[in-house]
T-cell receptor, first 110, second 112 residues
């Protein structure tokens, strides 16, 4: 079954602390993995895709095929990072539909 | 930077009424999608559309739903007879080729 699991509904950290948002997936094949961010009342915005291997706003994510994980990390959280974060996967052919996790709300406390 | 735009941003409708949600894709994009997000729940795939036809749809996308691209620009989602459980945020998304998709700001539908 194709599935994305984000085990934490809410993650609260203090400003300056490291952040790790967990994402595990189940997919028969080689999916592409993404992180999307949704700030309050705004659209879903692409944060990262695993194939580009870039760092956006200090966030990184490494695809671990052995553990089927794609955890999102940032060494020092900032208050403006507070948002909803969604992990998603897509196939590499066909309709490219996304399967989303349930999301993790990140709250960065001052 | 080009964006996907959606109208209306918010619509309140009575149960049983028809609703049309509109989306203007990014101009050179070829793949179009509708997703929905019921309040407090995850984003769910509804339908994908390519080359003027549905390429895939989910179980949610039953006979009450339809999509079309009538004028080559707008991409619409129609709900024929709305139910209370259709209340959700509906996101349009588009992609060029390949699988990075860009989302609109969403249309919040409230069925009363």
């Amino acid at each position: 079954a194709q599935r994305v699991t984000q085990p934490e509904k809410l993650l609260s950290v203090f400003k300056g602390a490291p952040v790790e948002l967990k994402c595990n997936y189940s997919y028969s094949g080689s999916p592409e993995l993404f992180w999307y961010v949704q700030y309050s009342r705004q659209r879903l915005q692409l944060l990262l895709r695993h194939i580009s291997r870039e760092s956006i706003k200090g966030f990184t994510a490494d695809l671990n095929k052995g553990e089927t994980s794609f955890h999102l990390k940032k060494p020092f959280a900032q208050e403006e990072d507070s948002a909803m974060y969604y992990c998603a996967l897509s196939g590499t052919s066909g309709t490219y539909k996304y399967i989303f996790g349930t999301g993790t709300r990140l709250k960065v406390l001052a | 930077e080009p964006e996907v735009t959606q109208t209306p941003s918010h619509q309140v409708t009575q149960m049983g009424q028809e609703v049309i949600l509109r989306c203007v894709p990014i101009s050179n994009h070829l793949y179009f999608y509708w997703y929905r997000q019921i309040l407090g729940q995850k984003v769910e795939f509804l339908v994908s559309f390519y080359n003027n036809e549905i390429s895939e749809k989910s179980e949610i996308f039953d006979d009450q739903f339809s999509v079309e691209r009538p004028d080559g620009s707008n991409f619409t989602l129609k709900i024929r007879s709305t139910k209370l459980e259709d209340s959700a945020m509906y996101f349009c998304a588009t992609s060029q080729v390949g699988n990075t998709i860009y989302f609109g700001e969403g249309s919040w539908l409230t069925v009363v």
